[in-house]
Nanobody
């Protein structure tokens, strides 16, 4: 059974940094890609970044340069390093993994940036 466990969220001041972690219960090679999404109340969940099985990374243009997605293959864990955080980065951040038409989600970790 696939489980994704996020951690690392919290409260940070604007300009600060956080690193989110997503530990998968299976080998990362199970998935075509793993990704981070975020959602604020009343808005749709939006893609932040993803990393493919081969290690190719993709970012939403507005976050490129501040956020970095990476993976520790030995730990089957994906990270999201977030720098120069802004108040508008406040959201519930979700880990996602996909394989073909199947997709799995973590429970989410809250990131709150105070201005």
């Amino acid at each position: 059974q696939v489980q994704l466990m996020e951690s690392g969220g919290g409260l940070v001041q604007a300009g600060g940094s956080l690193r989110l972690s997503c530990a998968a219960s299976v080998r990362y090679t199970t998935f075509d890609a793993m990704a981070w999404y975020r959602q604020v109340p009343g808005k749709q969940r939006e893609l932040v970044a993803n990393i493919t099985r081969a290690g190719t990374t993709n970012y939403v243009d507005s976050l490129r340069g501040r956020f970095t997605i990476s993976r520790d293959n030995a730990k089957n864990t994906v990270y999201l390093q977030m720098n120069s955080l802004k108040a508008e980065d406040t959201a519930l951040y979700f880990c996602n993994a996909g394989m073909g038409v199947r997709t799995w989600w973590g429970q989410g970790t809250q990131v709150t940036v105070s201005s």
